[in-house]
């Protein structure tokens, strides 16, 4: 199951510009970057690298991933919940989901990607659009019970293709920071 949750832990999903007091320069610079995050983290693993399905299927979609879609609320949607992890430990939760309507539409196929990066899939075909990078506290109840934690930083952003919107959230976990540390010293 996703870690479905009251609505009401409100999330203040903040661009850039309404970041205020604004997190230290390496927490910006993995926040805001723009390239495949897939491929960053193959990098900082070395290439032990994977993705762990944690949920794959059709529900009701949170009211922010409704407003980000610009959907009516408690519209379906596919949601795709993975762990993206370096050397077996979770570094990162992920949360994609896309409107059923859009989906049924055409043209992306996230059923059969199981443990394949969406990632790849989305940098390789230079027609989707990325969209400004939000970021936000993460709510703890939104995250699977073996990484729950309060004050994580999660980002989202909107991909877009011909009028198909994918919305993806990733939850950067104390591994990841760990691990990037260490690859600085
Ligand atoms: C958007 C990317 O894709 C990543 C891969 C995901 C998946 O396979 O479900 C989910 C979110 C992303 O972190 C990326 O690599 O930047």
Redesign the pocket.
């Known amino acids: 199951m996703p870690y479905e949750t009251p609505q009401a832990a409100a999330v203040a999903w903040l661009a850039y510009p309404q970041l205020a007091p604004l997190p230290d320069q390496p927490t910006l610079d993995w926040l805001f970057d723009e ?5 960053r983290l193959t990098g900082l693993s070395h290439d032990h690298f994977s ?1 762990t ?1 944690l949920f794959e299927g059709w529900q009701p979609l949170r009211d922010d991933e409704c407003a980000a879609l610009g959907l009516r609320p408690g519209a379906q949607g596919w949601v ?1 919940e ?1 762990y ?1 992890r370096g050397h077996g430990q979770p570094w ?1 939760f ?1 949360r ?1 989901v896309a409107s059923r309507t859009a989906l049924e539409r055409g043209g992306l196929d996230l059923e059969t ?1 199981g443990s ?5 899939l ?2 390789c075909d230079q027609a989707f659009v990325r969209h400004p990078i939000e970021v936000c506290s993460y709510p703890q109840d939104w995250l699977p019970a073996e990484v729950a934690s309060a004050g994580l930083w999660g980002r989202r952003s909107r ?1 877009e293709r011909d009028g198909l919107d994918l919305l ?1 959230a ?1 939850v950067f976990l104390p591994a990841l920071w760990h691990a990037a540390k260490e690859e600085n010293r």
């Open positions: 390239g495949s995050l897939t491929r993705v399905p795709r993975v993206l990162v992920a994609s990607l394949r990066s969406l990632g790849e989305l940098f991909f993806v990733e």
